[in-house]
């Protein structure tokens, strides 16, 4: 922004008109029923889409959901009507869909899309793949690149998401480049915009530029630095967005090959550094990126690949009241591959608790929710919507612990009673354990570990559970600091209560 006129610098501290932090919906309670006692279920609405990748909700009182295609179409749903067979919009010829994570990626409402009929739509554009953001008016069909970055040398880790968020500003999120390994080195630079998610004002333009600046963006002033970055360390953030209530946003963030990842940030937390590629998830990834005088972002939550997942597909915090009783205040999201629903709601006491709840249909790649906040997703492969619903069910299985510790051991027994009413006959008891520790031996069953991810299987003497019956199993196992019990148990798939 150096050299800007005065004028600009001053009009580039006023937020956008259209919006401000102080409208954002007052946050209602969060829900109390155990998120064990949830279940996710979904409801196919309607078929015949390509390849989807993002949903979209005017608020004007239309009830319509826009869906996006990855060859460059926009298409309508209306709960009444179904499908179009028209597109509301088509930009294919400007799409460029040459690799299999390429194409028509994302789209936003502008805040006062009721009135200016503008939407933002993010895709890579012809010839070479560069992550673009556009402006596109259904007034005249007139598409306006606002921001482009280039994107030619591998076809993956595009990012695509944009949102606007409770502050008025445009939010984008970009890979790291692509390939494996952040070859470029991309995610703790920050003179590029690869790896970032980036906050720009597309209200006004400035300069050379097709938008502004936000003045109070964290690198603003900072030599070297891309002003428009708002958070970095990241490798491909597929799928973010903000919670209405708070204006906090939720990331998926999509890992290299042992974990995925959710982050969580406050609305104020601009800067943050979530760590790729120093890390992936919690562990170290490579060394040489690592900075001892950085100050990295945990995240909130994350889960391993032996789960049987590929691709974490963030989702959203539900602030709709048909379930607000059940999921009020919580964060669901999905996995491409393993389709499992994931739950994550804050504690209470400063960290959060984390449940599988269900699961989506397969290659689910994104969630959309209604202008009064209910969910819905799309799917890939063969290319549907489905709606979401949530249920208070009664967990099938509980199960309780036992430790002892000691220097760098402990010891761990486990009683899984069945709470159901038919006998489980053959039994796999999955759970996580806290990151190092490692089981060395077990008892009464046979363990499996991979990652954080330890699979117990029934022995021939305790493969039956009568309705009300209970069998206790254990470990031996080191550690590396943390003792905490081992969560998330889940009975032959059916996850179960912890006690």
């Avoid at 895709?123 to 069909?141: H, K, Q």
């Avoid at 906050?199 to 900072?222: E, H, M």
């Avoid at 990151?435 to 991810?453: C, E, K, P």
Wanted: hydrophobic share 35%.
């Amino acid at each position: 922004m150096t050299g800007l006129l005065l004028l600009v610098l001053t009009l580039a501290l006023v937020a956008p008109v259209s919006a401000s932090a102080d409208t954002a919906t007052p946050a209602p309670a969060v829900a109390d029923v155990p998120l064990e006692n949830v279940t996710a279920t979904t409801t196919q609405v309607a078929f015949g889409l390509r390849r989807p990748t993002a949903i979209a909700a005017p608020d004007d009182g239309t009830d319509r959901l826009f869906i996006t295609e990855k060859p460059g179409t926009v298409r309508v749903y209306h709960p009444d009507t179904g499908l179009a067979a028209a597109p509301l919009l088509d930009i294919s010829d400007a799409v460029d869909i040459s690799g299999n994570e390429r194409g028509l990626l994302g789209i936003a409402l502008d805040p006062d899309f009721a009135d200016s009929q503008e939407l933002y739509l993010a895709y890579t554009a012809l010839p070479d793949g560069a992550v673009t953001v556009a402006r596109y008016s259904l007034a005249d069909d007139s598409l306006d690149v606002i921001l482009s970055q280039p994107h030619a040398e591998f076809d993956n880790h595009n990012g695509g998401q944009i949102a606007f968020a409770p502050d008025g500003y445009l939010y984008l999120g970009i890979g790291d480049g692509g390939s494996a390994g952040d070859p470029f080195d991309t995610g703790q630079r920050l003179d590029t915009l690869l790896g970032k998610i980036l906050r720009i004002d597309v209200s006004r333009s400035c300069g050379d530029l097709a938008y502004c600046i936000p003045q109070d963006n964290p690198f603003v002033g900072t030599a070297g630095a891309r002003g428009e970055i708002w958070a970095y360390g990241l490798r491909n953030p597929w799928r973010f967005s903000f919670d209405p209530a708070d204006g906090s946003l939720w990331i998926g963030d999509v890992g290299q090959g042992r974990w995925e990842e959710f982050d969580h940030l406050a609305a104020d937390e601009g800067g943050a550094n979530l760590g790729w590629s120093c890390y992936e998830g919690p562990e170290v990834f490579d060394e040489a990126q690592c900075d001892p005088a950085a100050d990295y972002t945990e995240p909130v939550s994350y889960y391993s690949l032996y789960t049987g997942g590929c691709a974490v597909i963030g989702g959203r915090v539900y602030r709709g009241e048909q379930y607000a009783d059940l999921v009020g205040g919580t964060y669901i999201a999905t996995d491409y591959c393993s389709s499992t629903v994931w739950a994550i709601r804050p504690d209470g006491r400063g960290g959060y608790e984390t449940a599988e709840i269900g699961e989506t249909p397969t290659q689910v790649t994104a969630f959309g929710a209604t202008a009064d906040g209910e969910f819905y997703v799309v799917n890939d492969l063969p290319g549907g919507l489905h709606r979401v619903s949530f249920e208070e069910t009664e967990p099938v299985c509980r199960v309780s612990h036992t430790a002892t510790t000691w220097g760098t051991g402990l010891t761990v027994d486990l009683t899984v009673t069945n709470t159901g009413t038919v006998p489980v006959n053959g039994w796999e008891l999955d759970f996580t354990l806290p990151r190092g520790q490692t089981i060395i031996s077990d008892w009464n069953t046979t363990l499996v570990q991979g990652a954080n991810v330890v699979t117990a299987s029934s022995a021939p003497h305790n493969a039956t559970i009568a309705p009300g019956a209970s069998v206790t199993l254990g470990y031996l196992a080191e550690h590396t600091g943390d003792t905490a019990p081992p969560g998330r148990f889940s009975l032959n798939g059916t996850p179960c209560a912890a006690s």
